[in-house]
């Protein structure tokens, strides 16, 4: 069991809306857009003038002009999730972060986060594309009480516009840029705890989707999504079956990649629109920080009894999936 004691987010205040994608003159628009991917909105870290007049064709450009930083993203929804768990940077005593789109091969991303906040404690990335939060949270499960300190910080930040040319029509329709944070304890209860989950990968399909060393952005995207539904339809049917006493407060949150994903999984395995929670539409495929952002942003709407199946897929080809269980106020 890990307790989870609040979570933060933040999002970059550059827009990326269909109509500006629309003018680039890349050949879509808001209703191919709609049709396929189901996203209105992205953020980036990017300047727009800069999108317009480069379409950032030469992707490691954008590390120069870039408005934020990971580890400033990183820190800015660190800050929420302290504030809302009444929580101080000298209460924590390990910091985990991932990332799909680093600032630094070495460091780590999370000593850069760490030193931004001010918190002096043990520090290291473990990484796992898009899946990089349901791992964290599967890996932390695992481990034995006594060898943790009683609050740890997990970050996410994200910045895959950075890697996206935006002449692609098809890439360039997906990604935004964000940060997500999560304070977790296997000592001091809380009402809302992970109680079950599971990962596990296909290294054979590893070559389906990622970012090259050039900082270049690629994906296979019939094959992506068509494993991105299979996976989290048959996980999300491990966690309903597990919990069918409870099915009635059942709420999914999946991988923010696209929404016409995420509805095809809703459809298979009947979740009603109420019983869904997603920020894909408004915010993009924000890599690893997708699905828990969701959670972070409906964080107030959290309620006794709820069972919250979260499903997440990504790169490598991985996926992570856990049952987070809310009781009465402790």
């Known amino acids: 069991m890990l307790y989870l004691h609040s979570m933060g987010h933040f999002h970059p205040e550059n827009i990326i809306s269909n109509k500006f994608l629309e003018d680039l003159d890349i050949g879509t628009n808001n209703e191919w857009i709609m049709e396929r991917v189901g996203i209105q909105n992205r953020r980036t870290v990017l300047p727009l003038d800069y999108i317009r007049q480069t379409k950032n064709i030469n992707p490691l450009e954008s590390f120069v002009i870039r408005q934020y ?43 850069a986060m760490a030193g931004e906040l001010g918190i002096e404690a043990a520090c290291f990335d473990l990484n796992s594309s898009c899946s990089t939060f349901g791992m964290q949270v599967n890996f932390l499960m695992r481990m034995q009480p006594e060898t943790l300190p009683p609050y740890i910080l997990l970050i996410g930040a994200e910045s895959p516009t950075r890697a996206i040319n ?28 992970f109680i079950s989950g599971g990962f596990d990968s296909r290294p054979s399909g ?95 709407e959290v309620q006794s009894g709820d069972n919250i199946a979260m499903v997440i897929v990504g790169a490598g080809l991985t996926w992570a999936y856990m049952m987070l269980k809310v009781e009465s106020s402790r």
């Open 69 to 111: 930083k990971n580890y400033q993203m990183g820190a800015a929804a660190a800050r929420m999730a302290l504030q809302r768990a009444s929580l101080k940077p000298e209460d924590i005593g390990l910091v985990i972060a991932g990332t799909s789109s680093p600032d630094n091969i070495s460091p780590a991303e999370a000593s």
């Open 206 to 300: 590893w070559r389906k989707v990622g970012i090259d060393g050039d900082w270049t952005f690629h994906q296979d995207g019939n094959a992506v999504q068509g494993y991105a539904i299979r996976t989290t339809t048959e996980c999300l049917k491990v966690l309903q079956d597990q919990y069918a006493a409870d099915a009635q407060k059942l709420i999914f949150i999946g991988h923010q990649a696209n929404f016409m994903m995420l509805k095809a999984v809703c459809e298979r395995r009947k979740i009603k629109p109420e019983r869904h929670w997603y920020n894909v539409d408004q915010f993009g495929n924000t890599g690893c920080c997708g699905a828990p952002c969701a959670l972070s942003m409906h964080w107030d």
């Open 166 to 193: 935006y002449s692609d029509r098809n890439s360039a329709v997906l990604f935004g840029d964000g940060a997500i944070a999560a304070i977790v304890s296997t000592k001091v209860p809380t009402r809302a705890a």
